[in-house]
């Protein structure tokens, strides 16, 4: 607990860094500066009709603020943007967004999205071509989809002084169909050789490598073994963190060899009701060049009964009560969070909970221990 409260007194004296777009350096700031993960965005059916009646603003004008905190925003969007295309009909569930309608997300200054998940060829070929076009039109970058594998797996680079971040996005659900080839289009699968190889291909001193995973079972706050160990073989094959989507529901988050795995953050936005609907976070990390040195859970509303397709951050009781879900279900992992003042912190540094407690994996010993004080000012790194 003493890193969690030296980082916030380092960050408290060092202030605010200068916020830069991708790809520039920026003379005045320090090399600290952070990234937002937010999860599924899906502005398709309802949402899409809410967006008509009350304006392209109105989605995301209550998380605005938070945002704005953040110096880039990466998130995955979960449905093609195009009104052409042929749609799959083996499929229970298909989505897409029109053009106009997708422009609500250059609101968001979002800086990059994957889109290799099990919707983006909903509507075939001309579908994921016309999502790549309106993803350029509004400079959004994208990783884990095109006209065939070698494209599908170009990362997005993300640069912050002399620091590079390497995206890359993977997806394991099916259909398999939609799964790019050396010849034909599609995303990029999550093959664990084909991981390796790029991570490789990508690590370098200046640069860490960031893994995007769709993947897991919806509805679910647990990840699956299988997920714990491809995710684990990830790491050690030189990742420096995994965020993973598709369940819906937020699930724990894990330190691992000091590298964060996310295994799922559950939705961002979700385009229609669903009665089991569930609150999500994103999670920002702070960089200090290339090292990590705080991980932020963020609790984020997410019942679209009371939402109303409008998501925002939790507060109050609420907010703590949905942030001790998740600190247990990091526990569950051997990793602890600290809760204060309505956020989540984890230190990336700690020792897993059964190194803590000495090898024994028991939620009810361990404690969490709290900073006197931890001024949220003290961790914005941007102003967009």
């Known amino acids: 607990m003493k890193r969690i409260i030296y980082i916030f007194i380092v960050l408290s004296l060092m202030g605010g860094a200068v916020c830069i777009g991708i790809d520039k350096l920026s003379a005045r700031s320090a090399q600290r500066f952070s990234i937002l993960f937010v999860g599924d965005i899906l502005l398709a059916n309802e949402a899409e009709l809410h967006i008509h009646k009350k304006g392209i603003e109105y989605p995301f004008w209550k998380i605005k603020e938070e945002l704005l905190k953040y110096d880039f925003i990466f998130a995955n969007m979960e449905s093609p943007i195009t009104k052409r295309g042929t749609p799959v009909v083996e499929k229970p569930y298909i989505f897409r967004v029109k053009p106009e309608d997708a422009v609500c997300l250059k609101d968001l200054k ?15 070929t001309e579908g994921m071509v016309d999502t790549i076009a309106a993803l350029d039109r509004l400079n959004i970058r994208h990783t884990g989809g095109g006209k065939n594998l070698d494209e599908a797996r170009r990362p997005v680079v993300l640069k912050y002084g002399d620091t590079s971040i390497v995206i890359l996005a993977y997806c394991n659900r099916p259909p398999e169909e939609y799964y790019a080839t050396d010849s034909l289009p599609g995303i990029a699968p999550l093959d664990l050789d084909l991981i390796r190889e790029d991570i490789a291909a990508y690590k370098l001193d200046n640069s860490r490598v960031l893994i995007s995973l769709h993947w897991g079972i919806e509805q679910t706050h647990v990840p699956q073994k299988e997920q714990i160990a491809t995710a684990h073989d990830i790491i050690d094959a030189g990742a420096d963190a995994i965020i993973g989507h ?45 090292t990590l040195e705080t991980i932020k859970v963020i609790p984020l509303a997410g019942r679209n009964r009371q939402i109303r397709f409008q998501p925002f951050v939790l507060t109050g009781k609420h907010a703590e009560g949905f942030l001790y879900l998740i600190r247990n279900l990091s526990r569950g992992l051997k990793t602890e969070m600290n809760i204060i003042n309505g956020y989540g912190y984890i230190d990336p540094g700690q020792n897993s909970v059964a190194e803590t ?8 010993r361990l404690k969490a221990t709290r900073p006197a004080t931890a001024p949220d000012s003290a961790l914005k790194t941007g102003s967009r």
């Open 246 to 290: 598709h369940p819906h529901w937020p699930q724990g988050i894990e330190i691992y060899r000091g590298r964060p795995i996310i295994y799922s953050l559950g939705n961002f936005i979700n385009g229609y009701i669903n009665p089991v609907e569930r609150d999500n976070i994103a999670v920002g990390f702070y960089y200090n060049g290339g």
């Open 357 to 364: 407690i000495g090898g024994i994996s028991g939620k009810s």
């Open 110 to 124: 979002i800086d990059a999205v994957s889109i290799s998940n099990n919707h983006l060829m909903d509507y075939n």
